[in-house]
Structure formats: structure tokens, C-alpha cells
């Protein structure tokens, strides 16, 4: 499916699991570039290793945003 979002930034917070995680994928597949906001560090880094070019494209951050 080609939404157009090739190349549009995309800020999702709660990135590291459940709905956060499942749009994450989905957006990243569309090649949207991700800003991924999750509190724990550990799914973070877990989740950022499976995107192919992370460094280059994506950008992760943990932190409570409370």
C-alpha cells in the first residue's frame, strides 16, 4: 500500500510496544521517517535494531513525557 508518506517525518510516543509499536512498523514500511518516544530504554533499543538504516533516518528517544 503507498500512502505518500515516503520521506514525511512521523512522531509516535509510546513506540516500544502494543498500538505504539504496530504503527511504528507499519509507518516505518511505508518509508516514513520515525521519531519513536518510549519510557522504557530497554524495548527502545530492542525495537530500534530491527529497522534496517536506523541511524540514518530514524530518530529514538526514552523519556517520560508526563
Do not use: P, Q, W
Not at 510496544?17 to 507499519?26: E, P, T, W
Not at 533499543?45 to 530514524?58: E, T, V
Amino acid at each position: 500500500m503507498d500512502l505518500g508518506l515516503k520521506n514525511k517525518r512521523i512522531v509516535i510516543t509510546g513506540g516500544s510496544k502494543g498500538i505504539g509499536s504496530s504503527v511504528a512498523d507499519f509507518f516505518e514500511k511505508e518509508g516514513a521517517l520515525l521519531t519513536l518516544i518510549s519510557r522504557d530504554k530497554n524495548l527502545l533499543k530492542r525495537k530500534i535494531s530491527r529497522y534496517k538504516n536506523h541511524k540514518k533516518k530514524h530518530n529514538f528517544f526514552s523519556c517520560n513525557l508526563r
